[in-house]
């Protein structure tokens, strides 16, 4: 009899003792596996997210000094390339006084200058000025679908390079001429009547960008630098002009960007 009990109470321990262990033990192979792989889902989600978040951000000043006072000038913020030569920029046009704001954002191509999309806007018929900040936030989704349709990759900083430069070896340098003349309209003060600013290297010569004044109020103009694109062998090129101011000084300086190949196009 006794026997017998104590036979029934190892079986009993027996069994107690394989229950507690089905319960501690590790979880199979297959749920371990998936929760490995929600969790790394929600862990690429989360990065995929940030990183969109995080493409596009609103743009810095590129400051320039024009060394000259009393005037109004543009004021331009790179924001990216694409590696089929487009350049995406904002210029803020100078204001004369008006007290509005106004913004032009530009995707360009650097080979034939021609502008791909670009989305004017001003305060004008609004009560509320704002600022580029806001006017980046309120128009973002519009500004993001063109960015990505044309594959522009923003850039965290930007360098204007001077006018004298390399790229493979090759000395490049960027100069403008200008023809002068009398003003017709403010006689006998001189005005630039037409400029050109070509591009000169061991390659040869070409030229990338002319222009003809005709309100006869133009008083200088000049390159002010080059940006390279990081992935061709093109540059953005900025070309500032000054103008007689609509009501006498300040006078107003704008800005134009004029795209060129490094590798074509020059001639001895």
């Keep these: 009899m006794n026997k017998k009990i104590v036979q029934l109470s190892m079986f009993a321990f027996v069994l107690i003792a394989l229950n507690w262990a089905s319960c501690t033990s ?8 998936d929760s490995t792989a929600t969790t790394a889902t929600n862990e690429s989600t989360q990065s995929a997210e940030t990183v969109e ?24 913020y ?33 080979n034939n200058d021609k502008i791909l999309w670009s989305f004017v806007y001003d305060t004008e018929d609004q009560i509320e000025n704002k600022d580029l900040k806001a006017t980046w936030k309120e128009q973002f989704e519009l500004i993001k679908s063109k960015l990505d349709e044309h594959k522009i990759v923003q850039e965290k900083s930007f360098i204007l390079e001077k006018l004298k430069f390399a790229v493979d070896n090759n000395n490049f340098e960027v100069k403008l001429t200008a023809k002068k003349g009398v003003s017709v ?84």
């Excluded at 978040?53 to 331009?76: M, Q, S």
């Design 185 to 268: 309209d403010f006689a006998p003060m001189e005005v630039i009547e037409k400029y050109t600013v070509k591009i000169t290297s061991a390659l040869g010569q070409k030229q990338i960008f002319s222009k003809k004044e005709e309100s006869s109020r133009m008083l200088d103009a000049k390159v002010l630098g080059v940006f390279k694109s990081p992935y061709e062998n093109k540059i953005a090129v900025l070309v500032a002009s000054e103008n007689f101011g609509y009501e006498g000084p300040p006078n107003v300086v704008g800005i134009t960007v004029v795209g060129a190949n490094l590798d074509s196009g020059f001639k001895k």
């Design 53 to 76: 978040a995080a493409t596009y951000f609103v743009p810095a000043e590129l400051p320039i000094n024009y060394g000259k006072e009393n005037i109004l000038a543009d004021k331009i």
């Design 26 to 33: 590790e979880p199979s192979s297959e749920n371990t596996s």
């Design 78 to 110: 790179p924001i990216g390339w694409s590696n089929d030569s487009k350049f995406a920029y904002i210029v803020e046009p100078a204001d004369e006084a008006t007290g509005f704001y106004f913004i032009n954002i530009i995707i360009q191509d650097l």
